[in-house]
């Protein structure tokens, strides 16, 4: 099992360290291109002026995602890496 506590205090130390905040985050996710898990990624973002981009593997089984938002500090941050790793089958990167 993934230490998933220890690695967020240190995202959020590194984020602490490196960004100025409010400032325009991206992230990055991989899914499959079967099942519901981008319309999840969407939801979780919906209504928050985030840019969303997607792209396609070359075979067309999963879908690449950038989201770029605006995000006041680090604690927000983390809170939407955990409201993605809720979604099954979901790599973050």
């Known amino acids: 099992m ?5 690695f967020y205090k240190k995202l959020k130390i ?3 360290e490196t960004t100025k905040f409010p400032t325009d985050y991206l992230y ?7 099942g519901n898990q981008f319309d ?3 939801k979780i973002f919906d209504n928050k002026k985030a840019v969303i981009t ?3 593997s070359k075979k067309g089984k999963y879908i690449s995602v950038s989201i770029v938002i605006k995000l006041e500090n680090s604690n927000e941050v983390i ?8 979604i099954k089958g979901i790599i973050s990167l």
Not at 2 to 6: A, M, P, V
Not at 28 to 34: A, M
């Open 14 to 16: 590194q984020l602490d």
């Open 79 to 86: 809170s939407y890496y955990k409201k993605a790793e809720k």
């Open 28 to 34: 990055k996710f991989i899914v499959l291109v079967e």
């Open 54 to 56: 997607t792209k396609k």
């Open 40 to 42: 999840q990624i969407q």
């Open 2 to 6: 993934k230490d998933t506590e220890g």
